[in-house]
């Protein structure tokens, strides 16, 4: 008798991973805030024209990089509606294209802010919060539980509590952070990741702007699937915010919203910003499923990436 | 270059077996992530896969003092809605360099943890099969906290049908010709050392924890027996303290049956010698054939009396 070859399956047993569409970059041309807003076309304007050399130089590059120069290269931009909402879709919308056209600049996509706390009643700002595996400090062996200041993230040992007493009744003298993978010497990061007033949460600007890295790396999944696609403008933009989607796609032959890599072009005055979200996005394990998928992926098309995720965007600050 | 793990075995909190919707609730420890789920031939429910951030002294024969960086990758578990576990692994490997690498380096490497300086494989190995030093990882702490997860969940009723101790399992693979050893060490603690041909994968994780689920079935059956005093007690009462197990572990012996058909023969070998399955079927025969005994003796008793 032949032996037979049986193979069961259980599609409740299996993991499925969806797989994203992926750009070779993702260049973010600016982020709106309300001050912006109220100075005006002009300050938007001047915003692009700083822009638009960066873009052409990384635009450039990756074309380089890739055979026959088909480099896959998406432009983003995002409007704070989370932490202040002004204007409409309809008003703003067509003033921050018209800037950007002036500079001869085109965005492909437009995002809300708010979107990168909850899209679609799913809450992605929980889903990384979640997902936060703690940088430990020396001589964390698994024994307690990780040590969460609930609400605060930081890249080492924070100082003692001054003036708490210790059991031989000394009072704890003032001790020096310390930052874990320090060279020479630290630089302590504490980053706020929310907080809370009555009840309803506050995410920082940092979380959610760590939260739209990751979105914009393709790097979250919920139940395995995409947590959010790009829709295709309509015709009209709409009179509010809410019925903005959260990712709306304007140029219908633009290159896929995520990308391997990203680059912000910010006015340096967001620096510390970044500081918190590179500290935030160091802490994030991304599902070892979908690190392989993208790897895959990008080595498909010859192109080696960063290992760590935080090495796979860049800024300009100018 | 090894990896090292252990998994803590334990009797579900909960009157009785919880259906297959109930361990996904239980089990729901990561938003976004499903518990996955088989139903044959045992229904057998699993969390998602979560890490732990690690860096510390790591187990060494010989004393030396190794540091470690990484993450332990860990998981709760239910089978047959009645036996929990909680389990967690971590691959140690060479670190290309001495100093502590950034965070993001690690979270690259999930379930890795990588060794500061210069280690010899064997040396880590007998460390941490024999006595790991009490400042150094400390994997059983972090599987009793994926087993407790599950066992203060709300929806369980803290009533379970009989007291029994946890076992703890604590196991190092390694690569090179096949070879297991299987060790008792105390009533509670057990040892086995794996070696295995190619690549380490999941799968000799799943047949550590398939090997510590039978040997706790087996431990939790010998001490309802023992706690029965077969012989020793009038027959009724040892057949009221023989129930449970016919209740609530009797149907749960399904040796290799998550178990990858590469690694099917360690189990083929163990039940060789010892024969972990020899010893359940004689200790199940003993259950039923009690119950049988008592049950001559209870409708005996009752025809006489309706006789009278």
Redesign the interface.
Known sequence: MTSVNATFGEVAAERRIASAPLSHVSIELGHLYMEDFEAGPERLREQFRRVAPWAGTVRSSWQDRVPGGRARVSTCFLIDDYFSRFSTPAELVPMVLEAAADCDLTIDYIARESACAVSDGVELARLVEDRLVNDPPPDTNGSRPPVKESGWLCNGARSPQVGTVQAMGKANRWAPPLQNAKRGHSIFVDVELWDENGGKRTWSCPFLAAVWQLLRLGLLRTDGRLPLRPVMREDAFPDDWESLPAVMQLNPAAAPFSAYTTLSVLSPRFLPVELAVRTILSQVAVDGDVLRQVVARSGGEGIRLEEELVDRISYVFA | MLVMGEVHTGLLQNSGEIPESTCRDVLQL?????V?????PIVYAVSP?L???????LPSASQSRI?G?G??LSRSSITGGRVVQGS?YTRIERSGSD???????Y??R??VVEVLGKVKSRDLADGFAEDPPA?????G??SA?FLDVVQSSPLLDRRAPFKIARTRLRWVAEQGEPAIRFTLHSEQMRTVRLVHTGEFTPAVADLCEDLALHDWLLTALLVIIERARIGGTPGPEAAVKLAPAVDHLLHLWMPSARVDDVLSAYWESLDRRPGFTRQWQSLVDRVRDQLAVHTLAFLREKSGGGAR
């Not at chain 2, 996955?36 to 044959?40: A, E, F, P, Q």
């Not at chain 2, 890490?51 to 002294?57: A, Q």
């Open positions: 990561l938003s976004g992530e499903r996955r789920v088989s139903r044959r896969d890490l732990t951030g690690v860096d510390c002294r540091r960086a993450t332990v967690s100093r502590r690498q950034p965070w993001s380096h979270l690259a999930p379930g400042d150094g990882l400390d994997l702490a972090i906290r």
